[in-house]
């Protein structure tokens, strides 16, 4: 499934995003209708990536305090049932807009489709719910993540001498989109090698839910039936990049098998300083929260905006006006930027045991 974007974004930010002749940046509309607002915003879980309680929360919460709307945000730790359950109680206390991150496109599209038949306006946030009816999208090129991945993997094990080299896939949770998105962008950028011989993938399995913990397990499992044979791990995010490290250090080869991941986490980011992680990808949550917080605030105001991008829904063909910001790489030399970003901080990623390699790094 490939994403059709129709706009080039660096930097993509709320400014892009026009409503009725003024930007989004802008708080739009009257007190009156600032008044009326009312923002409901439905997070996935805190388990498969520490970020959605850690930075999504709060900078939708910022971008919702500082336009002075009210807003009810709420994790669903996973629950299908408690998600529906949580939109249910978010759509009878009368939020205007909708927000949610789902945990796999059914159960989205039911609490979509009860949204629309409300009239609430929605937006997916970071996932796309296929075969749902959200008004807008909002997230990253998750194409491009895997590509970001796939490139990563070719080239830690290119550094590492290996022109050869058996590989794994540990996979996304088969229900989200985005899983599939990033496979697919990792997949393209190692056919080539796989096509000539280059690579053999001794393992590729998808981790239900991205739980960490089956994650490890399947990893082991994967690396037991090689014979421990494996040169290098495509992570599909950094708990599961984290999980089969644990098994590599089990194994004492941690560092000597490099490992790609996702989200730039800090304990990814001290796994990337550690050198048991080759890379990570950084989504500049900020932004993608910010282009979502103003997009809803126009919504909730009653104004009619305009997004320059689109994504397709691959099972109703549908064109979903989009928002889509641009993935970066992060490797050992530029974890810095990740720190200047203002996204974590040294002290948070500095251990005692990575002063040194946060020095080298120029972290601090």
């Known amino acids: 499934m490939r994403q059709t974007v129709l706009f080039a974004a660096t930097a993509l930010t709320a400014s892009s995003l026009i409503v009725a002749g003024c930007s989004l940046s802008s708080t739009g509309g009257s007190n009156k209708a600032a008044s009326k607002a009312k923002i409901g915003v439905i997070l996935p879980d805190s388990k498969s990536s520490a970020r959605w309680e850690t930075a999504d929360r709060k900078y939708l919460e910022a971008a919702f305090k500082a336009a002075g709307v009210g807003y009810d945000i709420q994790n669903a730790q996973g629950d299908t049932t408690q998600f529906q359950t949580i939109a249910d109680q978010m759509l009878t206390s009368g939020v205007n807009v909708l927000v949610i991150a789902n945990l796999d496109s059914g159960s989205g599209k039911a609490v979509l489709d009860k949204a629309k038949a409300q009239g609430v306006p929605t937006i997916d946030y970071d996932r796309l719910t296929l075969g749902g009816s959200a008004s807008y999208y909002v997230s990253f090129d998750n194409v491009e993540v895997g590509r970001l991945q796939g490139t990563g993997l070719i080239k830690c094990l290119t550094d590492a001498g290996r022109t ?33 011989g280059d690579y053999t993938v001794v393992g590729d399995q998808a981790v239900a839910g991205w739980d960490n913990q089956v994650g490890g397990t399947i990893f082991e499992q994967m690396y037991t039936a090689a014979g421990g044979k494996v040169d290098g791990v495509l992570a599909a995010n950094d708990g599961l990049g984290n999980a089969a490290i644990a098994i590599l250090k089990k194994n004492k080869v941690n560092g000597q098998v490099p490992v790609t991941g996702q989200d730039a986490t800090d304990q990814g980011l001290q796994n990337v300083l550690a050198g048991d992680q080759c890379m990570t990808v950084y989504k500049a949550v900020k932004k993608e929260a910010d282009s979502a917080a103003a997009l809803a605030i126009a919504l909730a105001k009653g104004e009619t905006p305009t997004v320059s991008g689109s994504v397709k829904d691959t099972q109703t063909s549908r064109d979903v ?21 203002g996204y974590t901080t040294a002290s948070a990623i500095c251990s005692a045991g990575l002063s040194a390699a946060c020095t080298k790094a120029g972290v601090k």
């Open 164 to 196: 050869k080299a058996n590989i794994t896939l540990l996979d996304g949770s088969p229900t989200d989109n985005n899983a599939t998105l990033f496979k697919q962008g990792a997949e393209e950028m190692l056919k080539p090698k796989i096509d000539a």
């Open 321 to 341: 006006p989009a928002q889509l910001l641009t993935p970066v790489a992060i490797y050992f030399d530029n974890v810095k930027d990740v720190v200047a970003d």
